[in-house]
C-alpha cells in the first residue's frame, strides 16, 4: 500500500481483533515506521462473540453496546479506553479513518451463509456514516481454533481444525474478494496456520490467540498487508529469536500470495 502521512485504522470487531491489534503499534516502533507517518491511530470498536448481523442491528438501533478503544501517539502506543459503551456510529466518526476492517464472529468465519445480507448492509451503513469518503475497507479473515478447543462453534466443522481453516479460506475466496466494495484481505489466519507447522499451540483457551507470541503473528500479519515493509530487520524483546523467526516466515509466506491478490 502507499504510505500516507496518516495512517488511522478501525477495526469494526470482537475479542478476535483484540488480538488481531494488541501488537501492532508496537510493531510500527520496533521497525522505526511510526516515523513514516505524521499520525498512527489504531482504534477497536469491541463486542464480545459479536457476528456481521449483530454489528448490523447494533448500528440500525444506534445501541451503545461497543468497548471503543485506541492505540496512538498521544497514548505512547499504549492502549486507551475512549468508552465502555460507544455506539458503531460514535467510532465511525471519532476519527477520519483511512482504513476500517471487517471480520465475521470467529465460529461463523467459514459459514459464508451467514454472511448474507448483512455483510453488504454493514458496509453500506459505514460508507453512509464515514467522515473520511475514500477511506478503504478491509477483511481480517481469522484463524482456526485449536484442535482440542471446546468451543461450541467448532462442532459447526466436526471439530477438525484443518476442516475449519479451509471453509474460512474458502467463504473469503468466495464471498469477499469478490466483493469490489472491499480493497484487500488481511491473511491474519493464514499466518497463523503457516505458523502451527512449528508451534501447534497458538491459543490460550482453544481459540483466543497466545499472549505474546500468537498475538504477534496477527499484528505482524496487519503491519505487512498495510506497508508491505521488509521485517528482516524486526527486533523484539517480547519472543524467543526462534518465535521470531517463526513469526516473520509465517507472514511472508501468507501475505506473499494473499488469496491470490
Not at 149 to 157: E, I, K, L, V
Amino acid at each position: 500500500m502507499q504510505m500516507n502521512s496518516t495512517l488511522r485504522v478501525l477495526a469494526v470487531g470482537n475479542s478476535f481483533s483484540e488480538d488481531s491489534v494488541e501488537y501492532l503499534y508496537q510493531i510500527f516502533k520496533e521497525t522505526g515506521h511510526d516515523k513514516d507517518y505524521d499520525e498512527i491511530v489504531i482504534g477497536n470498536l469491541v463486542v464480545g462473540g459479536c457476528s456481521l448481523d449483530m454489528h448490523v442491528n447494533f448500528a440500525l438501533e444506534n445501541k451503545p453496546v461497543y468497548l471503543y478503544t485506541k492505540f496512538s501517539k498521544e497514548s505512547n502506543g499504549d492502549m486507551e479506553v475512549v468508552s465502555t459503551n460507544a455506539t458503531l456510529l460514535k467510532g465511525l466518526q471519532d476519527e477520519e479513518w483511512d482504513i476500517i476492517t471487517l471480520q465475521q464472529r470467529s465460529g461463523f468465519s467459514g459459514d459464508k451463509d451467514t454472511f448474507y445480507p448483512y455483510l453488504d448492509m454493514l458496509i453500506n451503513y459505514i460508507n453512509k456514516h464515514i467522515i473520511k469518503k475514500n477511506a478503504v475497507l478491509a477483511w481480517n479473515l481469522t484463524w482456526a481454533y485449536d484442535e482440542d478447543s471446546t468451543h461450541p462453534d467448532f462442532a459447526r466443522y466436526n471439530g477438525s481444525q484443518t476442516e475449519m481453516y479451509n471453509s474460512i479460506v474458502k467463504a473469503a475466496l468466495d464471498v469477499i474478494v469478490p466483493n469490489k466494495s472491499i480493497s484487500f484481505v488481511i491473511p491474519t489466519g493464514i499466518a497463523i496456520q503457516h505458523a502451527r507447522n512449528k508451534y501447534k499451540n497458538l491459543t490460550r483457551d482453544g481459540f483466543h490467540l497466545s499472549i505474546p507470541f500468537g498475538r504477534y503473528i496477527a499484528a505482524l500479519t496487519w503491519f505487512c498487508t498495510f506497508t508491505n515493509r521488509d521485517i528482516d530487520v524486526l527486533e523484539t524483546d517480547i519472543l524467543s529469536k526462534e518465535q521470531l523467526e517463526t513469526a516473520k516466515n509465517s507472514v511472508k509466506k501468507a501475505t506473499r500470495n494473499n488469496l491470490g491478490r
